[in-house]
């Protein structure tokens, strides 16, 4: 699977940006798909996931109620979503895949990805 980021700029404390991810290379019915957040000296963490097939999601807490990720199925494409954006926000935002054999929910770990985009960058100015 080859994945492809998107969307990432600089924007002001409350505003909005939505980060894209076009997946290529496979049929991504059996696959989950996530977003995850690395700020300077701080380790990558998990945002949000979402199952391909069934669309159930996830969120980490700190983004409930303000982000929200979706998926086309047209395009193949996986959204980020991001309102009420706030200085701790910035990062570098990476898409993420992994194919799923089990379970509801996307999973949260990085280690349980196995195909990686090459990050887009987002500054939140205050």
């Known amino acids: 699977v080859q994945l492809q980021a998107s969307g990432g700029g600089l924007v002001q404390a409350g505003g909005s940006l939505r980060l894209s991810c076009a997946a290529s290379?496979?049929?991504?019915?059996?696959?989950?798909m996530g977003w995850f957040r690395q700020a300077p000296g701080l380790e990558r963490e998990f945002v949000a996931g979402?199952?391909?097939?069934?669309?159930?999601?996830s969120y980490t807490d700190s983004v409930k109620g303000r982000f929200t990720i979706s998926r086309d199925n047209t395009k193949t494409t996986v959204y980020l979503q991001m309102n009420s954006l706030k200085p701790e926000d910035a990062a570098v935002y990476y898409c993420?895949?992994?194919?799923?054999?089990?379970?509801?929910?996307?999973?949260?770990?990085?280690?349980?990805?196995?195909?990686w985009g090459q990050g887009t960058l987002v500054t939140v100015s205050s």
């Open positions: 993420a895949a992994t194919r799923v054999y089990s379970g509801t929910y996307p999973p949260f770990r990085t280690k349980d990805y196995d195909y």
């Open positions: 290379g496979r049929t991504l019915n059996t696959y989950a």
């Open positions: 979402i199952m391909w097939s069934g669309g159930t999601t």
